[in-house]
């Protein structure tokens, strides 16, 4: 790489760097705050989603989406029924509605597929966040497992090399850094855990086996992300963070952990 290739890699990747530390300042402050300011934040991250969803995939209604997604999520904040069961129902359409993304070429089921996968952010994100005793370490968790697979795997990647994971998806991942992220992924969020909670009965390995299934639905998530984009000849869902893209850019892995956290949720709550 020459030196202009590398001073661009540079600035590139600083405006990563300073990107994601000022969203992780605002996401932890509105996640101590709790409530609605914490509802309301992850409803608009909702209807941005839906909003870039479209926009890749039909290039119509996308605004409609985005709007009504976010009253929607609103909506359905206030029905009668648990934010356990809300979580649950939310994710269990989500993972569907990724699941028929693969199957169909059809827009409007496409659209309807988009609207179903935005609302995990409006629905299950709170339901975690308000869960009796747990809800911010549960919260807390989530970001550790998906940050820290994330940071490493892309560092790892980039260090090592070797194999590539599944080029025809995403051509700069690799095994090694697929691996690099899911231990510091399943450390880190393990770490979280037993600090939030020093004396747990059963130990550490069911927190590290949940973490481990967590660190890799993140990964699984972004591959989904990036297949979608591949797909519909779109380089980023958006442009709303400098040097990241769009939101679904940066939120497909943690996506991927809000359905498998919400599932648990519901399980955990049936079993009670």
């Given amino acids: 790489m020459n030196a202009a290739g590398a001073g661009a890699g540079a600035s590139e990747l600083r405006l990563r760097v300073i990107s994601a530390l000022v969203l992780a300042v605002v996401i932890l402050g509105v996640t101590v705050l709790g409530g609605w300011p914490f509802r309301l934040i992850w409803t608009a991250v909702a209807g941005v989603v839906a909003y870039e969803w479209l926009t890749m995939v039909g290039r119509t209604n996308a605004v409609a989406a985005g709007i009504g997604v976010g009253l929607a999520g609103l909506a359905l904040g206030f029905l009668p029924v648990s934010g356990a069961a809300l979580a649950g129902v939310s994710a269990f359409a989500g993972l569907i509605a990724a699941i028929a993304t693969t199957q169909t070429g059809n827009r409007r089921l496409l659209e309807a597929c988009g609207v179903a996968y935005a609302l995990c952010f409006a629905l299950v994100t709170p339901a975690l966040r308000e869960t009796p005793g747990l809800g911010l370490a549960l919260i807390i968790w989530t970001f550790a497992v998906v940050w820290l697979t994330d940071i490493a795997a892309y560092f790892t990647g980039r260090a090592l090399g070797g194999p590539k994971l599944l080029p025809r998806v995403s051509p700069k991942k690799t095994w090694s850094g697929a691996l690099g992220g899911a231990l ?83 399980l955990a709550r049936l079993g009670h």
Avoid: M
């Fill in 184 to 266: 510091a992924g399943t450390l880190c969020a393990t770490a979280v855990w037993a600090w939030f909670f020093p004396g747990l009965p059963s130990g550490l390995w069911p927190v590290l086996a949940v973490s481990l299934a967590a660190s890799v639905a993140s990964q699984a998530g972004d591959l989904f992300e990036s297949s979608i984009k591949r797909r519909f000849g779109a380089k980023d869902s958006g442009h709303l963070i400098p040097g990241h893209g769009g939101f679904l850019d940066r939120l497909d892995g943690y996506w991927a952990v809000l359905v498998f956290a919400g599932l648990l949720l519901y």
